[in-house]
């Protein structure tokens, strides 16, 4: 068969950052799987760089038989639009293939989904997409299979992703060619914020330190791979996985720097310094919040304290961390927010940054505002934005909330008020530092600490710490 993968392009207005142009993973493991099964693969990443593929009659001229399209909440409007362009090439006669869904989006919102769409399949494709194409499985809509070996997938199809202008860096590996890498699936825990559940269900399935050192050598060999990012939701899991996958590296003397995503809880003294040893640079941390209640309130299953122990490791050990906050969850209040603030200037990571809540379809956290009506504003994609995010967007990313969201906010917390209050003092400091003369501005530095004592941080919340 001949098979057409795509994924849909970002929306011109995305509450979301839609700017870090990586590999999708996800339809790489299901093209290496459909090519060793000897299907033709085609691959066009819309989300990478636009295409008109439909128009240009892509799909006739290649005798594409079955179109697979990955799709995800925030780039779903561009999926709906390649939805009915096909469908319509199909009631003109001008095209007679198949149309299959599948990405995280058919797992939380089915029911957006054109009854038209011949297969949807929700959750891992692999096994699912096998039996449509064997003729094993006719139904309509298909809860995805786990796949229990992940070492029996075939290696990423490298040779199409590196001929594409993906972003091979990483910010904090000092490398040109840094190649991404997912090496396991699923997820134990809970955190109110978050869809990973519902979208893959709550038992871990990982790869093995062998498998992942192997493809890791390939691309080291082959492409010149000189770092890996492992961007996943739980790189470090297992202890027994991570201790194995860095004494191996260390064994087989392999010299290479890596970054991964991993949970404060998971790490002790002990591993960061080996980790350290096996070349990895950097840790992308889930903190959350400096707030205990927040904490709590996220259901994040971390401590203060265990977020302060890995930076301090971190630190002690050579590994830079990126910390991620999120600000404006219901029921936070600026006190909240003050202890996140507190806690970064305190320990210091390599940088960190706010992100302000939008509540993804099917996490805790939307199910409760839905339900209590917590919310200001829902777009057309099911996204739930809550009052002050405006005032928050302007605060945390500098930015007018019309450049994100179409919707003029009205609704005003507590928060933000006292956030807007401290907003407007700094945007006075700013410009009043703004026009003294940048000698003088020198010589005045040492006031900038009581300055700060009466407007609270003058520096700008998302900050890199270079040290
Ligand atoms: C790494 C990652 C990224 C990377 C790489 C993206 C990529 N496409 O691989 C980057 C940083 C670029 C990124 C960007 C974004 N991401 Co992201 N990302 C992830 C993360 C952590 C892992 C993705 C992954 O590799 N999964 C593993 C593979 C195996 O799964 P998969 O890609 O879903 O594919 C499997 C199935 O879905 C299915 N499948 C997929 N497509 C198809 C098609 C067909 C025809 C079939 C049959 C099956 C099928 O089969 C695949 C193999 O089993 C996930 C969280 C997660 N655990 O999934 C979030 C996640 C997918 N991202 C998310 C979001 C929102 C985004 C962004 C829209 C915005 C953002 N900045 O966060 C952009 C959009 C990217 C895009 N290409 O469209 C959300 C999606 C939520 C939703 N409801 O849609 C997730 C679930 C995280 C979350 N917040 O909950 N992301
Ligand atoms: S935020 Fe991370 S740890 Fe929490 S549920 Fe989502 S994937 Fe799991």
Redesign the pocket.
Known sequence: MRIL?V??A?PARSA???S????????G??MALTRQAGHEVFFIDN?LQCSDFIQQRFLQENRVDCI???A????YRDTLRMFSEIEELREQGAWRGKM??????TS?ALETIPEFVD?V?Q????H??MDILQGRETERVIP?RR?DDLDSLPFQPWDVFAALPYDFTCPWIDASHVF?L?TS?GCPFNCAF???GS??GNRYVCQSPERVVSEMQMLMNDYGAQGFYF???HFTLSLKRTTSFCELLLSKNINTQWACETRVDRMTEELVRLMARAGCKAFYLGVESGSERILALLNKQITLAQIENTIRWCKKYGIKTYCSLIVGVPGETYDDFLQSEALMQRLRPHSYSFNVFVG??KSPLYLQCLKDKSYEYMDDLGLLYLPGFDIKCGYFYGLDSSVLVDHKFRQRTAFDRQLNARWRRRKIYWTVAGMIPPRLRQALRPLKNRVAKVLGSVSRPGQNNED
């Open positions: 993968f994924t849909s970002a979301f950052s839609t870090e142009k990586r590999p999708p993973l996800g339809l493991s299901l989300y697979g399209i990955y995800n909440t925030i780039c299959l869904v599948g990405g995280p989006h939380v297969h399949v959750g891992e494709g692999e699912a997409l995805g796949v991404t997912n699936r978050c869809s990973v979208i893959w961007r996943e939701d993804i379809p």
